[in-house]
């Protein structure tokens, strides 16, 4: 459908008025993120450079092209930031959460825990090992770190994240050493992580919901924890398990079945790129006890007929179109994890410490939030007139690039020249005498 042309130039005209109070938007997201941290000057103006230069679709997003992105004159200054200037992760993180829900609201929360793997190259960089993961389904030289995302039916953003070092790590007390990595951060399960995020964001949100995939929902300690606090939750279980039946112990595919033909319904997921995702759906395994009531819930693919199998408690009894909606918003902490690696780099840091990480991820949830925030507001303001779709995360980058990119001119181009230049004058010659140092 082509938009006429005075729709179009309407509608352009909306945008450019809008995306003026952009610049102010980011600000004020920074300025309440960052302000209640006692942060030095120095650092809190580089931290503020920072989340604004990962915003931009630069071709490659380091410290380096950070950098030249915010007009200093060397990577230093965001190394330093990142290492070793003085910056509470935890007051961090605790202001980014706040302000997400405050922006985001607190009605119809569902709280979504998934990880995500970063692959990387190496040994040397925190957490990384040969291990599973669900970015490319496979065993992948990578690390891995599990997230929170904060979602209601208005938008969704990341809050929280823990790095998850594997056993291969927390065995080696020198390596954990070397890469910084605190005493008291010693191994934990990926349900185990997940559960301190959660029970940190059910401080604020204590009537939220909780989903999770298999990982977290074949964990018998982190659902009793969700059950004794009251939370509702709908988490993936495997199509093996097994349930006490009057038939004896039977796995929930065989369970699945045994289920009528009237007994399946069909509900949408929530609408997706493509539209409404309907599915047919059954209730099983009706369980009441002092804490709640469980469910077995089950999903079949209208197409394939491929069924997937859901963990389900609440404190009171619930329809199937509720528990139907908090599973269909998990899959917002996939768009998540895409929209913070496509827009804001969550995966192409090159640091190797634990400090250094958990800053740079950070400093991409907030940058991430800003957009997430940012489309909410539009779209409250402004809802897409005929022809066009609402401003998208994506879209709402690419403008704040292309209006507000400021271009620091042809000598700080030709310094960047110099300086990568002679910087890897010296790179070469460090490996040049490490590779003779070795030779016998």
Same mark, same amino acid.
């Given at each position: 459908?082509?938009?006429?042309?005075?729709?179009?130039?309407?509608?352009?005209?909306?945008?450019?008025?809008?995306?003026?109070?952009?610049?102010?938007?980011?600000?004020?997201?920074?300025?309440?993120?960052?302000?209640?941290?006692?942060?030095?000057?120095?650092?809190?103006?580089?931290?503020?450079? #920072?989340?604004?230069? !990962?915003? +931009? =679709? &630069?071709?490659?997003?380091?410290?380096?092209?950070?950098?030249?992105? %915010? $007009?200093? @004159?060397?990577?230093?200054?965001?190394?330093?930031?990142?290492?070793?200037?003085?910056?509470?992760?935890?007051?961090?993180?605790?202001?980014?959460?706040?302000?997400?829900?405050?922006?985001?609201?607190?009605?119809?929360?569902?709280?979504?825990?998934?990880?995500?793997?970063?692959?990387?190259?190496?040994?040397?960089?925190?957490?990384?090992?040969?291990?599973?993961?669900?970015?490319?389904?496979?065993?992948?030289?990578?690390?891995?770190?599990?997230?929170?995302?904060?979602?209601?039916?208005?938008?969704?953003?990341? #809050?929280?994240?823990? !790095?998850? +070092? =594997? &056993?291969?790590?927390?065995?080696?007390?020198?390596?954990?050493?070397? %890469? $910084?990595? @605190?005493?008291?951060?010693?191994?934990?399960?990926?349900?185990?992580?997940?559960?301190?995020?959660?029970?940190?964001?059910?401080?604020?949100?204590?009537?939220?919901?909780?989903?999770?995939?298999?990982?977290?929902?074949?964990?018998?300690?982190?659902?009793?924890?969700?059950?004794?606090?009251?939370?509702?939750?709908?988490?993936?279980?495997?199509?093996?398990?097994?349930?006490?039946?009057?038939?004896?112990?039977?796995?929930?595919?065989?369970?699945?079945?045994?289920?009528?033909?009237?007994?399946?319904?069909?509900?949408?997921?929530?609408?997706?790129?493509?539209?409404?995702?309907?599915?047919?759906?059954?209730?099983?395994?009706?369980?009441?006890?002092?804490?709640?009531?469980?469910?077995?819930?089950?999903?079949?693919?209208?197409?394939?007929?491929?069924?997937?199998?859901?963990?389900?408690?609440?404190?009171?009894?619930?329809?199937?179109?509720?528990?139907?909606?908090?599973?269909?918003?998990?899959?917002?902490?996939?768009?998540?994890?895409?929209?913070?690696?496509?827009?804001?780099?969550?995966?192409?840091?090159?640091?190797?410490?634990?400090?250094?990480?958990?800053?740079?991820?950070?400093?991409?949830?907030?940058?991430?939030?800003?957009?997430?925030?940012?489309?909410?507001?539009?779209?409250?303001?402004?809802?897409?007139?005929?022809?066009?779709?609402?401003?998208?995360?994506?879209?709402?980058?690419?403008?704040?690039?292309?209006?507000?990119?400021?271009?620091?001119?042809?000598?700080?181009?030709?310094?960047?020249?110099?300086?990568?230049?002679?910087?890897?004058?010296?790179?070469?010659?460090?490996?040049?005498?490490?590779?003779?140092?070795?030779?016998?």
């Amino acid at each position: 459908m082509v938009v006429k042309t005075k729709n179009a130039q309407a509608a352009a005209a909306a945008t450019s008025v809008a995306a003026q109070r952009w610049p102010h938007l980011l600000n004020q997201t920074i300025d309440t993120v960052l302000a209640p941290h006692p942060a030095r000057p120095e650092t809190r103006a580089t931290a503020r450079q #920072v989340i604004s230069a !990962l915003l +931009p =679709p &630069l071709t490659r997003k380091n410290c380096w092209t950070l950098a030249e992105h %915010a $007009g200093h @004159p060397s990577p230093y200054r965001t190394q330093h930031l990142l290492a070793r200037a003085g910056l509470d992760e935890n007051a961090l993180t605790a202001a980014l959460r706040g302000y997400v829900i405050e922006q985001l609201g607190t009605h119809d929360v569902v709280l979504v825990v998934d990880e995500t793997g970063h692959i990387k190259q190496g040994i040397n960089t925190v957490g990384v090992a040969r291990q599973y993961t669900g970015t490319t389904g496979q065993v992948e030289n990578c690390q891995v770190a599990v997230y929170l995302a904060y979602t209601t039916p208005a938008g969704h953003a990341l #809050v929280d994240h823990r !790095l998850y +070092p =594997p &056993l291969s790590w927390t065995d080696d007390l020198a390596r954990l050493h070397k %890469a $910084g990595v @605190p005493d008291t951060a010693g191994f934990a399960t990926k349900p185990e992580l997940a559960g301190q995020m959660i029970a940190a964001a059910l401080e604020h949100v204590p009537h939220a919901w909780v989903a999770g995939d298999e990982v977290y929902g074949r964990n018998p300690d982190l659902r009793a924890y969700l059950e004794q606090r009251g939370m509702g939750y709908v988490m993936e279980m495997s199509a093996t398990d097994r349930l006490t039946t009057p038939r004896g112990p039977l796995a929930v595919k065989e369970l699945a079945v045994l289920v009528p033909h009237q007994g399946w319904q069909k509900r949408s997921a929530g609408a997706g790129s493509k539209g409404e995702r309907f599915y047919d759906w059954a209730l099983i395994d009706d369980v009441v006890d002092e804490r709640g009531v469980r469910w077995v819930l089950i999903r079949r693919n209208r197409t394939t007929g491929e069924p997937a199998f859901f963990h389900c408690f609440a404190p009171a009894p619930v329809s199937l179109s509720r528990l139907v909606a908090v599973a269909g918003r998990r899959w917002r902490v996939e768009e998540s994890f895409q929209q913070g690696k496509g827009l804001a780099g969550l995966d192409e840091h090159q640091v190797r410490t634990w400090t250094s990480w958990h800053r740079w991820s950070l400093l991409v949830m907030v940058a991430y939030a800003f957009v997430a925030v940012c489309r909410l507001r539009e779209l409250c303001a402004h809802p897409p007139v005929a022809g066009l779709v609402a401003l998208t995360c994506n879209e709402i980058s690419c403008l704040m690039h292309a209006l507000f990119t400021v271009e620091h001119g042809r000598e700080h181009a030709l310094a960047w020249s110099v300086f990568r230049r002679s910087h890897q004058v010296r790179a070469m010659g460090c490996h040049w005498r490490r590779r003779a140092a070795s030779q016998p």
